[in-house]
């Protein structure tokens, strides 16, 4: 409402300069960020590491007794990049999968 944030200049942002504009909004914090980056704005390489749904599936795909840590999964993540945000669908899917079943 006042201005502070203009959209039409966030396509040409980098991914943290986004994160950090949108999160200046009060109520939207970095998980929201992200999947705008994502979901709105089509960035390809995007792990939402606060994400508990994704924590839970990496725990499930490696076989990790814990869920991992946003280090931990940071690490994990780097053999997907530069197309990150594509990983995330896929292990968001195949919660989705998991729950059905049972």
């Not at 943290?16 to 390489?45: H, S, Y």
Request: charged share 20%; hydrophobic share 40%; aromatic share 8%.
């Amino acid at each position: 409402a006042d201005h502070r944030l203009d959209l039409k200049l966030l396509p040409a942002m980098t991914d943290e300069d986004i994160i950090n504009q949108l999160t200046e909004v009060k109520g939207i914090g970095k998980w929201t960020a992200e999947m705008f980056l994502i979901f709105c704005l089509g960035r390809p390489d995007v792990l939402p590491v606060g994400d508990l749904g994704i924590r839970k599936a990496i725990q499930r795909v490696y076989s990790l007794p814990e869920l991992p840590t946003p280090p931990t999964m940071l690490a994990i993540s780097q053999p997907w990049k530069p197309y990150r945000s594509i990983a995330t669908w896929y292990l968001c899917k195949s919660m989705s999968k998991f729950n059905s079943i049972g």
